[in-house]
C-alpha cells in the first residue's frame, strides 16, 4: 500500500489566493483526519470525517477554511482567502473504525504551505 | 478542555543511555494514550497505545506505563541510538468517538 497520498508537498502562494489541499487515504480505511502542525500550537485537528460524512469540524479555525469528502477515496482542505498566519503544515490523516477506536492513526507526508 | 503538557522541548541523552519522556494531562482521564514518533519533514508514525487499565506496554526497546492517579505516561526508549534522534508525541483520547488530542512533543536527540 502506498499510504496516505497528500498533494501538493509543498505550496507557496499569496494572500488572499486560494488554496487547495489534497488527500488520499490509505484503501479501506473509513476515517479522515485533517491536522494543521505550527511551531507554536503543535499538532491540532481540523476536522474530521467517518464513512465520508464530516463528524466534527470545529476545530477549523474559521469560514475561511472548508474540507471536502466526495467519497471514500478522496478529501480537500481549502482555504479561501488564504491569509499568512495559515502558514503551517497541513497533514491528512486515515484510520479504520471511529475517530476514539483503538486504532492508529497513518500520517501522510504532510503539505507545507506558505503564505505570503 | 483537555490539556497535554510534554516535557521541555529537547532532551539530550548519550547513546546507550535509557531516554525518559513525559506526558502530563489535566481534566478528564483519557481512556487511552498513543505514543508517536515523528522524523523532520514527515508526517508521525504510531508507536504504541496504552489502556487505561492497562500499567505498561513494551515493544522491543520501547515501554510506556500509565498512571491514572498521576495523571501522566512515561515513555522509555532503553539502549538508545543516535537513530532514536526525532520528536515523540503523546496523544489520548478520553471516550468514545472523541478524537486524539496530541501534545506538542519532545523532542529526543542520542548523541553518539
Known amino acids: 500500500d502506498a499510504g496516505v497520498i497528500q498533494s501538493p508537498r509543498h505550496e507557496v502562494t499569496e494572500m488572499g489566493q486560494e488554496v487547495t489541499l489534497r488527500c488520499k487515504p490509505i484503501?479501506?480505511?473509513?476515517?479522515l483526519f485533517w491536522y494543521r502542525q505550527t511551531m507554536m500550537r503543535g499538532l491540532e485537528l481540523l476536522i474530521y470525517?467517518?464513512?465520508?460524512?464530516?463528524?466534527?469540524d470545529s476545530g477549523m479555525p474559521e469560514d475561511r477554511f472548508s474540507a471536502k469528502m466526495p467519497n471514500a477515496s478522496f478529501s480537500t482542505l481549502k482555504i479561501q482567502p488564504s491569509e499568512p498566519r495559515d502558514s503551517a503544515v497541513y497533514f491528512c490523516?486515515?484510520?479504520?473504525?471511529?475517530?476514539?477506536?483503538?486504532?492508529?492513526?497513518?500520517f501522510g507526508p504532510g503539505t507545507r504551505l506558505t503564505v505570503l | 478542555s483537555q490539556k497535554i503538557e510534554q516535557n521541555s522541548e529537547a532532551l539530550n541523552i548519550q547513546e546507550g543511555k535509557t531516554a525518559t519522556l513525559t506526558c502530563n494531562y489535566t481534566?478528564?482521564?483519557?481512556?487511552?494514550l498513543q505514543w508517536y514518533r515523528q522524523d523532520p519533514g514527515r508526517g508521525p508514525v504510531f508507536l504504541l497505545l496504552i489502556r487505561e487499565n492497562e500499567k505498561e506496554k513494551r515493544k522491543e526497546r520501547l515501554k510506556v506505563t500509565f498512571d491514572t492517579t498521576l495523571k501522566q505516561s512515561l515513555f522509555h526508549i532503553t539502549a538508545s541510538q543516535p537513530a532514536d534522534s526525532a520528536t515523540y508525541l503523546c496523544?489520548?483520547?478520553?471516550?468514545?468517538?472523541?478524537?486524539?488530542?496530541f501534545g506538542k512533543g519532545t523532542r529526543l536527540s542520542v548523541i553518539a
Open positions: 470525517f467517518n464513512n465520508n460524512v464530516p463528524i466534527d
Open positions: 481534566n478528564y482521564s483519557p481512556a487511552y
Open positions: 490523516a486515515s484510520s479504520s473504525g471511529l475517530a476514539g477506536a483503538y486504532n492508529e492513526q497513518f
Open positions: 496523544a489520548l483520547v478520553i471516550s468514545g468517538n472523541t478524537p486524539l488530542v
Open positions: 484503501s479501506g480505511h473509513n476515517s
